[in-house]
């Protein structure tokens, strides 16, 4: 993604190589780095209780072969923090899933996650 693509309804700031986006429509933190067209694309999903910065030092090894896609699950790391038990079904995490997929445009991908 270039600055010329950003998503609507997210802000996209690079850190180095890798670029930082939140998305205001469902309040998801994400990290990526320049995707092109030619590599596939790994999507890191980290565990309960953790961040996406748990998968950082992945970054610098496969950014030069692979589209990475990482970001933090609602309620942590920098993601939206909600009040209602609801809000953390797992429904709405793989709702969330879906957006950042979409707002980045991507079709296929493999799913890293511990």
Avoid at 29 to 44: I, L
Avoid at 49 to 60: D, Q, T
Avoid at 88 to 102: G, I, K, P, Q, S
């Amino acid at each position: 993604m270039t600055a010329e693509m950003k998503p609507l309804n997210s802000e996209v700031r690079e850190i180095g190589s890798m670029k930082e986006g939140y998305d205001k429509v469902r309040g998801i933190s994400y990290r990526s780095n320049a995707f092109a067209f030619n590599r596939e694309t790994v999507v890191f999903i980290h565990g309960l209780g953790a961040a996406c910065s748990i998968w950082s030092s992945f970054e610098p090894l496969l950014e030069q072969h692979f589209n990475i896609l990482t970001y933090d699950l609602r309620g942590h790391g920098l993601s939206q923090k909600y009040d209602r038990y609801a809000d953390y079904d797992l429904e709405c995490f793989a709702a969330d899933l879906h957006r950042v997929l979409e707002l980045l445009d991507i079709k296929f991908c493999t799913l890293v996650s511990h």
